[in-house]
Nanobody, 122 residues
Framework: QVQLVESGGGSVQPGGSLRLSCAAS????????WGWFRQAPGKERELVAA???????AYADSVKGRFTISRDSAKNTLFLQMNSLKPEDTAVYLC????????????????WGQGTQVTVSS
């Protein structure tokens, strides 16, 4: 099992920045993919950014150039640096760790944090 705890959310004005953190513990050899999702009220959960098994990063089109995902393996912590925030970025942000098969991308283990609220408003 893997436990994930997010922090760093809050309220910010448009154009501002926030840095989310996700502290991971447990059997960390299980996941090979780490990511951030978000869910706004009345909307489906969507992928924001991910670190793939190949070591590359992937982003939703809506956040490209503004958000950066990174991971400190020594500290078992995943980060999401969010710059130039917009009101439409308002959502609960959830940390995710999963194991996917290669190359079929079938999810064989899936772990979630509780989420942290990000509110962008003037």
């Amino acid at each position: 099992q893997v436990q994930l705890v997010e922090s760093g959310g809050g309220s910010v004005q448009p154009g501002g920045s926030l840095r989310l953190s996700c502290a991971a513990s447990g059997t960390l050899m299980i996941p090979n993919t780490w990511g951030w999702f978000r869910q706004a009220p009345g909307k489906e959960r969507e992928l924001v950014a991910a670190l793939t098994p190949a070591g590359t990063s992937a982003y939703a089109d809506s956040v490209k150039g503004r958000f950066t995902i990174s991971r400190d393996s020594a500290k078992n912590t995943l980060f999401l640096q969010m710059n130039s925030l917009k009101p439409e970025d308002t959502a609960v942000y959830l940390c995710n760790a999963r194991r996917v098969t290669i190359p079929t991308q079938r999810v064989t283990a899936d772990f979630w944090g509780q989420g942290t609220q990000v509110t962008v408003s003037s």
